[in-house]
């Protein structure tokens, strides 16, 4: 028994020595917070996953690597906040460019669409020095092909991009669809309101002065798909965000936004604060500006298009407003477009002085158009009966167009000098910068990017404001006359005792003649 | 922008609307390797292009030890024949301003005349014409140096002066950060340093002299003659400028590409206060 007794004795000896070994070896270090016993358990469980070959030997090498990787254990207790950057949101809504419906038949995408390909006009304008970028040419050819399918458009064509201060619009020309018509015309019912109420007042007092003030009268706004107004132009800001539709464009403010120079700013509600006062947002300044690039820099090659069918007499200069596509239209070689101006035409037609197509007389009632004989491009004062204004006809070639500020308007050049069996042929604005028209054989196109602005010469002067009006008209019972002097008051009764001396020496006649008889 | 980072930095300044044909891309590319040999640049640029009524001028820029100072700029019709362009000086810069008006013809041996009149008695007898001429080189020269001077961008951080006073391309650049650049205060003129504002003893802790050492573009004025925008489906950073229109400053956040380019007519925009 003494035995058993001394083996459990040694036992609880040797257990209190291990236990008191395992005590020392959980003892944290005070150097780094480690203890032995964790770094052996974990050496050892490291060596059992791994079985090394000749462990003993780089045993010392995988006790360093255990100690280094228990730094990256740390783990702090604070979670990253994901923020969804701009790019993440407009990723998630370019997505549905991406994306195609799964309802439509292959056999219909092959037919052919209003779509224009955009791959190769941006391949074409690339070579022509003009570019949008590969991908976003992309995404905007997505962009498109989604605007022709929400809207069902008969005919779609990307016009450019307009870049402002804080983002930029991507432009889309569209034909609208036939019946359709823009509800908004704003009507001026207040003034009427406040013409009764003055009446009413004037009816109590004594008759308050009128103003003779007339405004001048509102030049009538063309009907969709005529004139300034032929096409309908989308915008957005970035391609896979909606696009939005600008509205018409009225003559006011075409006339507006040819005195005054702004920036867009990429807000479509952001108000035009300038002299003479833009009738309208940014959104109306936008589309008076695409107007104005329209006309004056939308060309093609001659021959492209032959004018529509013609009405009425020749010797009735209607303006033509109406272009077909001749089929018979064989390209001209690429050199020869380069070399001269006069193969290319204007095919949008010009806005008048007026900021219309079409001239309107104002002075007889709407609805009548008188059509005489103008001068080409003079515009002449109003006199009692209004010259009409005559723009220069559809499809006239670009070599009538007119020289400003010392400067041909268009410089022509070919893409490449190394390889001109292939070229195409770039046309450039002088007066718009950022015009950019391409022919290359049977294919043409034209497309803007730019700021919007017009090339001004020298400098930009702003209109100065009207002289201030009179407030009365004057005239000789209103003027002021000085007081008569003492001395001609004096000479004037003198004159007036002559004048009544004689009329009594008169009278005295008189009546010693009537006595006499 | 550096001739290295051509192949793709031109797609991210696209979105201003100009970029160089296939055929000039590959030119250049050739000829600006050609020609930092030739000139022993330490980095070539391809800086912009001056479009002119009958020809286009393609501008490169040589850069020597100190990225500031030693710059020198060729011109090139067709990108393959350069041409170096005389250093712009201050008589030079006066008799542009003086003669040259109206836009570049594209031919540099074209002389600008403009007559100045002094009426010095009432009935106009005696006028002084004083011819001014200026040769179209020289206006190019003042005009790349003028560019240079008032709208070239450099992000924070992208160079430093280093303790013997060069300025040099900082290696260890990894770009800015998104929020960092949204803020007009990160981008520097890349010129001599005029200091316009003073800067206070609170901002000053956090300058660090190594880096700020010049011109912040938030200084400018008119405010508002920047556009900062983000484009390529908002993951690239551009700065417009809208004083010399056409110059276009391009960086991607959280990488160090960076770089500006001109494209444009080479006019300074002298509406721009009515245009904002």
């Known amino acids: 028994m003494d035995a058993s007794n001394e083996t459990q004795d040694r036992r609880q000896q040797r257990m209190q020595l291990a236990a008191s070994f395992k005590a020392f070896l959980l003892k944290n270090s005070t150097e780094s917070n480690l203890n032995l016993y964790d770094h052996l358990t974990q050496l050892l469980m490291k060596v059992m996953a791994e079985h090394p070959h000749n462990a003993v030997d780089v045993i010392e090498d995988m006790s360093r690597d255990v100690k280094r990787g228990l730094f990256q254990d740390m783990q702090s207790t604070l979670r990253d906040l994901p923020q969804t950057t701009a790019a993440e949101l407009l990723a998630e809504q370019q997505c549905l460019l991406f994306s195609r419906p799964e309802d439509r038949d292959q056999e219909e995408e092959l037919v052919e669409t209003p779509l224009p390909n955009v791959s190769e006009i941006g391949f074409n304008l690339e070579q022509a020095g003009v570019s949008l970028g590969r991908e976003e040419m992309q995404r905007i050819f997505l962009a498109l092909k989604q605007l022709v399918e929400s809207q069902a458009l008969p005919r779609c064509r990307l016009w450019g991009k307009i870049l402002g201060t804080e983002s930029s619009y991507i432009v889309a020309e569209a034909e609208c669809r036939e019946g359709e018509e823009d509800g908004e015309q704003s009507t001026d019912e207040a003034p009427e309101d406040e013409d009764r109420e003055a009446e009413t007042q004037e009816s109590e007092m004594d ?262 009006q009179k407030e009365y008209p004057s005239g000789a019972d209103i003027t002021e006359t000085l007081d008569p002097t003492l001395e001609e008051e004096q000479v004037l009764q003198e004159a007036l005792e002559e004048q009544q001396a004689a009329q009594e020496e008169m009278e005295e006649a008189e009546e010693e003649e009537e006595d006499d008889d | ?120 008695s009432e009935d106009g007898a005696a006028e002084d014409g004083v011819v001014n001429k200026v040769k179209e080189e020289t206006r190019l020269s003042v005009t790349v140096h003028q560019i240079d001077q008032e709208v070239s961008v450099v992000p924070r951080g992208s160079f430093i002066r280093n303790h013997l006073g060069l300025v040099i391309v900082n290696r260890s650049f990894t770009g800015l950060s998104e929020s960092e650049s949204r803020k007009l205060d990160s981008f520097f003129h890349f010129r001599e340093p005029k200091n316009p504002k003073q800067r206070f003893v609170l901002q000053n802790g956090e300058l660090n002299p190594a880096v700020d050492f010049l011109d912040v573009l938030s200084d400018d004025v008119p405010k508002g003659s920047w556009s900062l925008q983000f484009e390529f489906a908002r993951r690239v950073l551009v700065l417009r400028s809208l004083l010399w229109l056409g110059l276009t400053f391009y960086h991607l956040p959280r990488t160090p590409q960076h770089g500006y380019v001109y494209f444009g007519d080479g006019t300074k925009n002298l509406d721009l206060p009515f245009m904002l």
């Open chain 1, 207 to 468: 008759p308050l002065p009128e103003s003779t003030y007339k405004p001048p009268p509102v030049v009538p706004k063309e009907t969709t798909g005529t004139g300034a107004n032929k096409f309908v132009y989308y915008v957005c800001n970035e391609p896979g965000l909606p696009w939005v539709k600008l509205p018409s464009v009225i003559p006011e403010q075409i006339i507006v936004a040819r005195q005054i120079r702004k920036f867009f700013t990429g807000r479509l509600d952001t108000p035009i604060v300038s002299y003479p006062p833009f009738p309208g947002n940014e959104a109306n300044y936008l589309r008076a500006q695409i107007a104005r690039i329209s006309a004056s820099t939308q060309v093609s090659p001659q021959g492209f298009y032959q004018a529509g069918e013609e009405e009425g007499d020749e010797e009735d200069e209607v303006p033509r407003d109406s272009y077909e596509v001749n089929p018979d239209f064989e390209g001209i070689p690429v050199t020869e477009m380069v070399e001269s101006l006069s193969f290319w035409v204007h095919h949008v037609q010009h806005i008048l002085q007026q900021g219309r197509c079409t001239w309107m007389n104002l002075t007889v009632k709407p609805g009548e158009e008188s059509n005489e004989e103008g001068e080409a491009d003079e515009k002449e004062e109003e006199p009692d009966e209004p010259e009409p204004e005559v723009g220069p006809p559809l499809l006239t070639p670009l070599s009538q167009d007119a020289e400003m500020f010392n400067s041909p308007p268009w410089s022509s050049k070919l893409s490449s000098t190394l390889t001109s069996q292939h070229a195409v042929a770039v046309l450039r604005s002088n007066l718009w910068p950022g015009a950019y028209a391409y022919t290359c054989g049977k294919k043409f196109e034209n497309i803007y990017v730019g700021w919007g602005v017009k090339y001004a010469g020298e400098g930009y002067i702003p209109p100065v404001p009207p002289l201030p």
């Open chain 2, 1 to 120: 922008m550096d001739s290295d980072s051509l192949f793709f930095s031109l797609e991210l300044v696209a979105g201003s609307g100009n970029t160089v044909s296939l055929e000039q891309k590959a030119a250049l590319q050739t000829s600006l390797v050609i020609l930092k040999k030739n000139y022993k640049f330490q980095r070539v640029l391809f800086w912009g292009k001056i479009l002119g009524l009958k020809e286009d001028y393609f501008i490169a820029q040589g850069r020597g030890q100190d990225e500031l100072r030693d710059r020198k700029y060729l011109y090139s019709f067709n990108c393959m024949d350069w041409f170096l362009l005389p250093a712009a000086t201050d008589s030079m810069a006066s008799e542009v301003s003086k003669a040259a008006r109206g836009r570049f013809i594209g031919d540099p041996s074209f002389v600008y005349e403009r007559v100045e009149v002094n009426r010095k």
